[in-house]
């Protein structure tokens, strides 16, 4: 049992379900990490139990190579694999600790690209809002070195496109419905009081260091 390779477990939230309010609250929280995560862990578990030869795959492996996969498993397994990354970056990236600013080389790289934080706010939120139904936003490193705002749809990754995440915003309607309606402008912003810019910077870093 592990979090990276099968058999996949559930990764435990860094903090109390409760820990987030009044911005995501204890409910909406529960039920997206027990049961919906649940749910990827356990159906990417079922499409990869009677495979034995892609049980030592590592999560980002399984992502990223999903289309060395028998045809039966591949569409399974890469939309699986990636709500687990996906939902493990977000949790992970969440915090009650107030790390709602960057600092360092990630505050540096951000003044740099966008003029300033205030900017990259707006920018990160219009990217989040614009996201047509399912998916997420994205900050990464994109594969040429920058740093750059991207969206993904329903369980796609940046892995595939070659690019190193460093935060993400699940902006599915599950994420939010319970507290926000259909008020995605209104989570997004109160995303930004939870979010943890100091994993943002290790991320940022770690992305450095992997070339
Ligand atoms: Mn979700």
Redesign the pocket.
Known sequence: MSYDMYKFELMPLPYDYSALEPYIDTKTMQI?HDR?LQTYVDNLNAALSGYPEYQNWPLEKLIRHSNWLPDEIRTKVKNNAGGVYN?NLYFNNLSPNKKTQPSGALADAINSVFGSFENFKEAFKKQALAVFGSGYAWLVVDKDNQLRIITTANQDTPLTLDACPLMTI?V?E??YYLKHYNKRADYIDDWFNVVDFDKALDNYNACYATE
């Open positions: 997206h919906h939902h699940d599915w599950h994420a």
